[in-house]
């Protein structure tokens, strides 16, 4: 069974940096696909980044491109995601997810085998 768990979420304020960690269980990470997606309060969950199982392809949503960098660790079973230049509507919660796939680099969610629980991102204006 595969596990995610995510790390660094928190209180920012408008303008300023985060970098969320994701660590994932299991031997075969480096041939997942990873992504992460958020949902604010009322909202559906949205796609945010994905990364290619080795690092060569990445995929944004056209609301992070330029200030979110996802990237990934395959030694160290983590994957990451910078975020820069934050603004208050970033606010949400940010999960990780693992795609088994191969060759998967999806934006739908249900794309995706395996989730974490979440961490809090709340950017203040």
């Known amino acids: 069974q595969v596990q995610l768990v995510e790390f660094g979420g928190g209180l920012v304020q408008a303008g300023g940096s985060l970098r969320l960690s994701c660590a994932v269980s299991g031997r075969t990470f480096s041939s997942y696909a990873m992504g992460w997606f958020r949902q604010a309060p009322g909202k559906e969950r949205e796609f945010v980044a994905a990364?290619?199982?080795?690092?060569?392809?990445?995929d944004y949503a056209d609301s992070v491109k330029g200030r979110f960098t996802i990237s990934r660790d395959n030694a160290k079973n983590t994957v990451y995601l910078q975020m820069n230049s934050l603004k208050p509507e970033d606010t949400a919660v940010y999960y990780c997810a693992a795609d088994r796939r191969v060759h998967g680099l999806s934006r739908t969610r249900n794309a995706y085998d395996d989730w974490g629980q979440g961490t809090q991102v709340t950017v203040s204006s």
């Open positions: 990364i290619r199982w080795s690092g060569s392809s990445t």
